[in-house]
């Protein structure tokens, strides 16, 4: 990603990211503060799948590896590296919530701020559902900015996933597969008639970090997932910006800025994120 605002990078933001774990990549450099395991309880970072590694990337890769080609939106953020999820992308909600719950305990020492999560289930009527809408909603009210993906399960409306049909949180669609040939960013309404996504950004064959060890520094992932990060990354430099800026006013300026793409609001939300209008003053 390119850095419109050069001397914004990030710095000392902390971010936690729940996936699949990290691989402790170049572009990570010393930034990766925490790797907590609530899958095999391991202490070294690791990531068997690829995804944790590849959005950490598009958050806050400083691309080293690339000379600066592939660098992340936050550079220089701090990654709280939360894996939730096992070598095949699955897991469980027992898991997201001690996640989360960690968070609460240490987000003063890690000074983290941004929650990003792609993790998501379609289920609608159960308690996994409500248990994760309440569990985020948690986050929210304690003035983390939590940032989920809309899952890519459409193009049916009604198929954003839980926790991002919450109608708190910052709920990320893919803007560049939101047309009938590659429709599979989730869009709404939710089963509350919630209007979601709130804000779409780009998310089809993003370039990030790979997490295999020896081999190609790089690789190209898809969905709404590579989306998220980008929302995140850019409310890290914000944050960095204006330090006491709270969530509520994060989703306002989100609001404010997003550029009208000529979809419904249940396909781009509010529209497109345009970081540049997103950091101006």
């Given at each position: 990603?390119?850095?419109?605002?050069?001397?914004?990078?990030?710095?000392?933001?902390?971010?936690?990211?729940?996936?699949?774990?990290?691989?402790?990549?170049?572009?990570?450099?010393?930034?990766?503060?925490?790797?907590?395991?609530?899958?095999?309880?391991?202490?070294?970072?690791?990531?068997?799948?690829?995804?944790?590694?590849?959005?950490?990337?598009?958050?806050?890769?400083?691309?080293?590896?690339?000379?600066?080609?592939?660098?992340?939106?936050?550079?220089?953020?701090?990654?709280?590296?939360?894996?939730?999820?096992?070598?095949?992308?699955?897991?469980?909600?027992?898991?997201?919530?001690?996640?989360?719950?960690w968070i609460?305990?240490?987000?003063?020492?890690?000074?983290?701020?941004?929650?990003?999560?792609?993790?998501?289930?379609?289920?609608?009527e159960n308690?996994?559902?409500?248990?994760?809408?309440?569990?985020?909603?948690?986050?929210?009210?304690?003035?983390?900015?939590?940032?989920?993906?809309?899952?890519?399960?459409?193009?049916?409306?009604?198929?954003?996933?839980?926790?991002?049909?919450?109608?708190?949180?910052?709920?990320?669609?893919?803007?560049?597969?939101?047309?009938?040939?590659?429709?599979?960013?989730?869009?709404?309404?939710?089963?509350?008639?919630?209007?979601?996504?709130?804000?779409?950004?780009?998310?089809?064959?993003?370039?990030?970090?790979?997490?295999?060890?020896?081999?190609?520094?790089?690789?190209?992932?898809?969905?709404?997932?590579?989306?998220?990060?980008?929302?995140?990354?850019?409310?890290?430099?914000?944050?960095?910006?204006?330090?006491?800026?709270?969530n509520l006013?994060?989703?306002?300026?989100?609001?404010?800025?997003?550029?009208?793409?000529?979809?419904?609001?249940?396909?781009?939300?509010?529209?497109?994120?345009?970081?540049?209008?997103?950091?101006?003053?």
């Open positions: 990603m390119e850095n419109y605002y050069k001397d914004l990078t990030g710095r000392n933001i902390g971010v936690a990211i729940l996936d699949t774990g990290i691989y402790p990549h170049a572009d990570f450099e010393n930034r990766i503060l925490v790797f907590k395991d609530f899958v095999k309880y391991r202490n070294t970072p690791y990531d068997d799948n690829g995804h944790g590694t590849h959005v950490a990337g598009i958050l806050g890769g400083n691309g080293i590896a690339s000379n600066g080609k592939y660098r992340g939106v936050a550079p220089k953020c701090n990654l709280i590296i939360l894996k939730v999820l096992d070598h095949k992308g699955n897991g469980s909600k027992g898991n997201v919530l001690k996640a989360l719950d609460h305990l240490n987000r003063k020492r890690y000074n983290i701020r941004i929650i990003n999560i792609s993790v998501g289930t379609t289920q609608t308690k996994e559902h409500n248990d994760l809408i309440t569990a985020v909603e948690k986050a929210w009210d304690n003035n983390l900015a939590v940032v989920t993906a809309a899952g890519n399960m459409g193009p049916d409306s009604g198929s954003v996933t839980a926790p991002g049909s919450s109608k708190k949180v910052i709920t990320v669609g893919c803007s560049d597969m939101i047309t009938s040939n590659h429709g599979i960013s989730g869009r709404g309404p939710t089963k509350h008639c919630i209007c979601k996504p709130d804000i779409v950004a780009p998310g089809n064959g993003i370039i990030s970090c790979s997490a295999k060890a020896g081999g190609r520094s790089y690789t190209v992932k898809s969905g709404t997932s590579m989306s998220t990060p980008m929302v995140s990354g850019g409310i890290a430099l914000l944050m960095e910006k204006y330090p006491n800026i709270s006013e994060i989703k306002i300026r989100l609001r404010e800025t997003a550029k009208d793409m000529g979809y419904p609001h249940n396909l781009q939300g509010w529209g497109a994120f345009s970081i540049q209008d997103f950091l101006a003053n």
